[in-house]
């Protein structure tokens, strides 16, 4: 098979890993790509978005299966943009239509649907530029801290936690009034302050079945102890230890079987990955938010522990028989350490030679903001390089992947050093 992955950050560099091993991959192509997926694949010059190049590159390449990485595309309907044309409609896509990836691409969209099927997810409200002077008003009527949320995608940007009253009128009406962020913030969904901890619960469904993936936890913070400004992610560990058994059981029952089925009571068509953002609050799951792709850098943990061929997987869902497909997943721990530029999430530094990452010998590395420049490997992003470490046991797998970390330079590096830590 001739296999195109989306996208070019640490996902697409695990997914690009893990589809080259596979004895049903014949040429694998990565659109656009980056310095680390050269090793598993050709890279191809064309943004995930640029729809008609896709199509050109597809027929002209005799494409088999497309993977769509990002949220991006699947919200501005490439799957259904396929489905339009008599000469793509035959070509496997894993992702979403539009219709489905709305519950990543509208929040108020997600938390309707979920309230509607009786999903436990934190009470809400929405509102917009017109109905600005009853959000100021509801919010003086609500217990802080409270979550503001951009209806639509803002590259993960676009939630703020207000501590008071004050500060929240002052964000909403600069969402609102000022579009702080853009088009994403006309609409604003003002909801409650879940306490807990976080969890990612990822899920491969073909519409009717699904398959649970490993889930892990991830950290968003700059700094250690969970401090400082957030980031799109420092750091991911999977399993979870908090995740046991019957946890799980409530997350399938309460959550990922109410989707699915929800899903097609609607009538949406749905194949590709479901990604369910939980916070555990007092031992019950509640959905934060539902994305309509794999998390990062939570692939970088999640892949590595998948033992089965991960393009029978993909190949299950395109086919609609996913059920008949087999998932063994790995009893060992993942944990992952995210190299950064420096100055991030702010305005970070790039374009610098990056050297030692053949020091690292037990870890592996996922490139995520790396580039080349003829001979040597630049940075090009905030999130530079994922290190990950697959162990028996959660504490020789943070150790190993921190200490393989520390083996990478850059001008700038900056990681974490205790990712993992709090539940360990």
């Known amino acids: 098979m001739n296999i195109l992955i989306l996208g070019s950050g640490g996902r697409e560099s695990a997914f690009a890993w893990k589809i080259a091993q596979s004895k049903h991959c014949s040429n694998l192509f990565i659109a656009p790509g980056n310095a680390g997926t050269r090793a598993y694949g050709k890279n191809i010059p064309i943004e995930p978005t640029d729809f008609e190049s896709i199509a050109k590159f597809v027929l002209g390449n ?68 017109q109905s600005l002077l009853d959000g100021l008003k509801y919010l003086e009527a609500q217990q802080f801290p409270i979550v503001l949320k ?109 989707t699915i089925d929800g899903l097609r009571k609607e009538g949406i068509p749905y194949q590709g990955f479901l990604f369910v953002g939980l916070m555990n609050v007092a031992g019950d799951p509640y959905v934060i938010e539902y994305n309509v792709r794999m998390g990062d850098p939570e692939t970088e943990s999640v892949i590595p ?32 350490v995210m190299l950064v530029a420096g100055g991030y999430p702010g305005n970070y530094l790039k374009g610098h030679p990056i050297s030692g990452i053949e020091n690292v010998r037990h870890s592996l590395i996922f490139h995520a903001g790396t580039e080349m420049n003829n001979t040597f490997v630049k940075t090009s992003g905030g999130r530079v390089l994922a290190v990950t470490s697959l162990k028996d046991n959660l504490f020789d797998s943070i150790q190993t992947a921190v200490a393989d970390a520390g083996r990478i330079y850059y001008n700038g590096r900056y990681f974490r050093t205790d990712v993992g830590v709090d539940v360990l």
């Open 305 to 336: 522990r998948i033992e089965s061929d991960f393009v029978e997987l993909l190949m299950g869902v395109a086919d609609g028989n996913l059920e008949e497909q087999e998932l063994i997943i790995s009893p060992k721990t993942a944990t992952t």
């Open 150 to 258: 951009a209806d639509g995608l803002a590259a993960g940007k676009g939630v703020l936690i207000c501590e008071n009253v004050l500060d929240a009128q002052t964000e909403l009406k600069a969402m609102l009034e000022d579009s702080k962020f853009g088009l994403a913030g006309n609409t604003v969904v003002i909801e409650q302050f879940l306490s807990g901890i976080e969890l990612s619960v990822f899920v491969l469904t073909d519409g009717k079945s699904y398959k649970i993936l490993p889930e892990a936890k991830d950290y968003k913070r700059i700094g250690v102890g969970d401090t400082g400004l957030n980031t799109g992610g420092m750091g991911s560990v999977s399993p979870v230890p908090f995740a046991d058994e019957a946890f799980m059981t409530k997350v399938e029952d309460r959550i990922i079987i109410p």
């Open 62 to 129: 005799k494409i088999d299966l497309v993977l769509v990485g990002p949220e991006e595309p699947l919200v501005n309907g490439i799957h259904d943009f396929f489905l339009q044309r008599d000469d793509l409609k035959q070509i496997a896509i894993v992702g979403p239509q539009k219709e489905g990836a709305q519950l990543e691409g509208s929040k108020e969209f997600s938390k309707q649907f979920m309230m509607k099927y009786g999903i436990p997810t934190a009470t809400f409200k929405s509102f917009t530029k």
